[in-house]
Antibody, heavy 122, light 108 residues
Framework: EVQLLESGGNLVQPGGSLRLSCAASGFIFKNYAMNWVRQAPGKGLEWVAGISGSGDDTYYADSAKGRFTISRDNSKNTLYLQMNSLRVEDMALYYC????????????????WGQGTLVTVS | EIVLTQSPATLSLSPGERATLSCRASQSVFNYLVWYQQKPGQAPRLLIYDASNRATGIPARFSGSGSGTDFTLTISSLEPEDFAVYYCQQRYSWPPITFGQGTRLEIK
């Protein structure tokens, strides 16, 4: 069974940093692209960043560009999101989500999603 | 950036009724349109990918249709567990991947 378990969410002051992790199991991690999607309290879904299976290709939403870095350690089956210069508007539940394949131009639908980790900026 | 507009914002129906949810794109996304279901306190769940392909384990009462800019998610006969928020997502032109604002399907 595919499982994704996020961690690292916390309360942080504006301008601070956090690193989120997503531990994956139940599939060959290096073969699949991964993404971070966030959801502010009571709001809709916003894609944040994606990374290919190899880690060579990364893409970001404009809101994350220059402040967030997505990365992965395929030897540890773990996805990361380094978040710097955090703003109040970054406060959200952050989900990691698996793509159906992993090459440079991977297919971008998300299945499954983890349960999320909460980032509070205040 | 492609903007997705979902309608209605809220849909009130009874179990057993047919639900029709709409997603309109600001420009053509061909058939690269995805639907998710999200229940309170849960992560989203993939329902439909590429406009009309049901994901693994999704009941046949869920169907997707459309192409270009206009898409529909239909639930043929509502079960109590179907009352949730539904999101569409385009994957044709990215980054960024974009989502609609959601349709809340509530019990009448």
């Amino acid at each position: 069974e595919v499982q994704l378990l996020e961690s690292g969410g916390n309360l942080v002051q504006p301008g601070g940093s956090l690193r989120l992790s997503c531990a994956a199991s139940g599939f060959i991690f290096k073969n699949y692209a991964m993404n971070w999607v966030r959801q502010a309290p009571g709001k809709g879904l916003e894609w944040v960043a994606g990374i290919s299976g190899s880690g060579d290709d990364t893409y970001y939403a404009d809101s994350a560009k220059g402040r967030f870095t997505i990365s992965r350690d395929n030897s540890k089956n773990t996805l990361y999101l380094q978040m710097n210069s955090l703003r109040v508007e970054d406060m959200a539940l952050y989900y990691c989500a698996k793509a159906p394949d992993g090459g440079k131009n991977w297919n971008n639908w998300f299945d499954p999603w983890g349960q999320g980790t909460l980032v509070t900026v205040s | 950036e492609i903007v997705l507009t979902q309608s209605p914002a809220t849909l009130s129906l009874s179990p057993g009724e047919r639900a029709t949810l709409s997603c309109r794109a600001s420009q053509s996304v061909f058939n690269y349109l995805v639907w998710y279901q999200q229940k309170p306190g849960q992560a989203p769940r993939l329902l439909i990918y590429d406009a009309s392909n049901r994901a693994t384990g999704i009941p046949a009462r869920f169907s997707g249709s459309g192409s270009g800019t206009d898409f529909t998610l239909t639930i043929s006969s509502l079960e109590p567990e179907d009352f949730a928020v539904y999101y569409c997502q385009q994957r044709y032109s990215w980054p960024p991947i974009t989502f609609g604002q959601g349709t809340r399907l509530e019990i009448k």
